[in-house]
T-cell receptor
Framework: NAGVMQNPRHLVRRRGQEARLRCSPM?????VYWYRQLPEEGLKFMVY????????ESGMPKERFSAEFPKEGPSILRIQQVVRGDSAAYFC??????????????FGSGTRLTVV | AQTVTQSQPEMSVQEAETVTLSCTYD???????LFWYKQPPSRQMILVIR??????QNATENRFSVNFQKAAKSFSLKISDSQLGDAAMYFC?????????????FGQGTTLQVKP
């Protein structure tokens, strides 16, 4: 049973380009969370999605960032017109029910985005 | 708003010795979960141990145990018989039980060095 798969593992974008980060949750998981980790900091919650629904986007920047989790396919975190400050590691986590499980949830290995 | 604070940016321990990592949190909730996650250089977030706030008994997982002081809002991690493979960044995290979101709130992290 494969874990949470994130790709790409590393992504380099020039300022002004778009970045698309993908997350395939564990088999049977229908809840996805995205977190951002800036250098030397802890993870910060961005958004919580269920299939075709955004449940909590209180951590998402108001502009340029969007997320989706379609009925079929992976969850996508999209950053438009990237700036240097978007450089960070972006983690996805999944769980089989809402609010995670008693054991927290399973994290992917993250995508490190570098904006040059 | 809930916050999590790890006041030790770096700690070191001699192999086979015991080390304690500190974590305090602030919340007005009475029911919640607390977690310790390990992040090795591979970036993978690994759940080390969890604690339900309603349980008075401190959680233990092999060489890892916690000292949960609910009144003091303190949640420290003790690693016994430290091994070289324990070297990593450790994050304390909080999750409220109520509401429809399972987002985790992380501390800033503690880098643990294990000396042979």
């Amino acid at each position: 049973n494969a874990g949470v798969m994130q790709n790409p593992r590393h992504l380099v974008r020039r300022r002004g380009q778009e970045a698309r980060l993908r997350c395939s949750p564990m088999k049977g998981h229908s809840h996805v969370y995205w977190y951002r980790q800036l250098p030397e900091e802890g993870l910060k919650f961005m958004v919580y999605l269920q299939k075709e629904n955004i449940i909590d986007e209180s951590g998402m920047p108001k502009e340029r960032f969007s997320a989706e989790f379609p009925k079929e396919g992976p969850s996508i975190l999209r950053i438009q017109q990237v700036v240097r400050g978007d450089s960070a590691a972006y983690f996805c986590a999944s769980s089989s029910r809402d609010r995670g499980t008693n054991y927290g949830y399973t994290f992917g290995s993250g995508t490190r985005l570098t904006v040059v | 708003a809930q916050t999590v604070t790890q006041s030790q940016p770096e700690m070191s321990v001699q192999e086979a010795e015991t080390v304690t990592l500190s974590c305090t949190y602030d919340t007005s909730e009475s029911d919640y979960y607390l977690f310790w996650y390990k992040q090795p250089p591979s970036r993978q977030m690994i759940l080390v141990i969890r604690q339900e706030a309603y349980k008075q008994q401190n959680a233990t997982e092999n060489r890892f145990s916690v000292n949960f002081q609910k009144a003091a809002k303190s949640f420290s991690l003790k690693i016994s018989d430290s091994q070289l493979g324990d070297a990593a960044m450790y994050f304390c995290a909080y999750r409220r039980l109520s509401g429809n979101t399972g987002k985790l709130i992380f501390g800033q992290g503690t880098t643990l060095q294990v000396k042979p």
